[in-house]
């Protein structure tokens, strides 16, 4: 072990030796105000939160190999299927010089312990290796921003392993044969005749004609059953007691993805019984749902929810609220709206809110009072506000004093239960329902960058942004 630890520190002296002293300082940034032509801007924004993330630009399938530079100017790759790339790229992690994942590690009968003919998957290594086990302990997971850099560096390895079988084996997969895709090549479309066409399938979770095929059925669901009743939107809370209980003292959720996330899968899990099988909105026809992180850290749903029974006026603020509670009768309800519920504030009462845009709030809080719901417009409802004089209730949240122009949208119940911000929205008084579907399934995040150098040379560039919690 003293020998290996040697070898890593003189291989990182040759390192620092081999960089010039001159060399210039460069920094990736992250452009939130170029967004390509027909992309939603929910997919480019700038990240709102510190995050270990990885932005693959170019071609995704391309080797990352390591170049090795001895001392006689010698130069060897060492691919990142071989079996020593993992303790090369981390070796404090793997001090040991530990093997990694190998494209010939055979699956083992776990009644037997033979080997099988099979091959162990990129994904099912690392799922393996991420593990937490009973009377284990697994060093992996005790780095912190170092174990994230580590995850979001092996799923660019799973996904870059299944483009580049996806590019190798176009024949077997029939790409040819798409629909509508020989008429978009007679037309001469997509392909201007050099080099390879490279169709991405439908089956590829994530990509354009799998997302296409949800929003599809989407409107399938709508021809059917007209729009949906509820849209709900929820988010990971990481205070929650089952993510604290399993995180070791000197960690923070940031640095378990792993236990956030498992945690946050279990709430959807929840969620949708309580909607399907309890019937908490009344019987259900359907659902449609999409987790999305956009760069904030922490996953968050989007359900989309269609009902037998439709929710009538009169039944509407039994259903959502967009009030402050009474304190004295419901005191949890009323600390959940405080902490979870309550938009910004922003607007004079701060400037500097992440909402804002042209001095506005692209939220369009404040909302203004409203003695009973009614529908706008724009066909977007108008929940009850009531205003101190009507009854309504008063909260400081920040050191400023709020009303109920200041309230998200919500469920009662799902707000107790669920201890998170959960917003609730009617859905069918909505005119433009295709927006909505195409929304919640409009995509993985994006990231339209440029690599500033001191002489500012800009190459902007539109690459696949993966986060921590989105690798786990």
Known sequence: MLHSHNCYIQSFKTAIESVPADTPDFNVVIHANKVPVGEHRGRYNAPSTSEVAVVIAGQQFDKRDIVLHSRDDNLKKISELHRSYDSLQYPLMLCRGENGYAINISQV????????????????????????????????????????????????????????????????????????????????????GIGQLVILPSSFTGGPRYL???????????????????????TCNPNWAEIKENIN?????????????????????????????????????????????????????????????????????????????????????YENVKKHM??????????????????????KFPKSFQTQTSTSDDGYPKYRRRSPEQGGQIATVKNNDIDNRWIVPYNPLLLKIFDAHINVELCNSIKSIQYVTKYINKGSDQATFSIQSPNEVEIYQSGRYICSSEAV
């Open 109 to 192: 009968d776990p009644i037997g312990g033979t080997p099988l003919r099979k091959t162990v998957s990129c994904m099912s290594y690392y799922c393996y290796r991420i593990m937490t086990r009973r009377n284990d302990f697994n060093t992996l997971l005790r780095y912190g921003m170092l174990t994230n850099q580590y995850l979001v560096d092996q799923y660019a390895k799973i996904e870059s392993e299944r483009l580049a079988y996806i590019r190798n084996n176009q024949t077997k997969l029939r790409a040819e044969n798409y629909v509508h895709l020989q008429d978009a090549l007679q037309a001469n479309e997509h392909h201007n």
């Open 342 to 363: 309550v938009h910004g504030p922003c607007g004079t009462l701060n400037p500097n809110s992440p909402c804002m845009r042209d001095s506005k709030c692209s939220k």
């Open 212 to 234: 296409h095929e949800k929003s599809q059925d989407a409107m399938a669901y709508v021809r059917n059953y007209g729009k949906p009743d509820l849209f709900i939107t929820a």
């Open 249 to 333: 003292t000197n960690l923070n959720p940031q640095d378990r993805y792993d236990i956030v996330n498992r945690v946050f899968h279990l709430k959807v899990h929840k969620l949708l019984h309580l909607i399907n099988k309890s019937h908490i909105f009344g019987p259900p026809r359907c659902h449609m749902y999409t987790i999305e992180w956009q760069k904030r850290g922490l996953p968050h749903v989007h359900l989309l929810v269609w009902l037998v029974n439709k929710i009538r006026p009169n039944q509407i603020d039994r259903v959502i609220s967009a009030e402050l509670p009474d304190k004295d009768e419901d005191p949890i309800l």
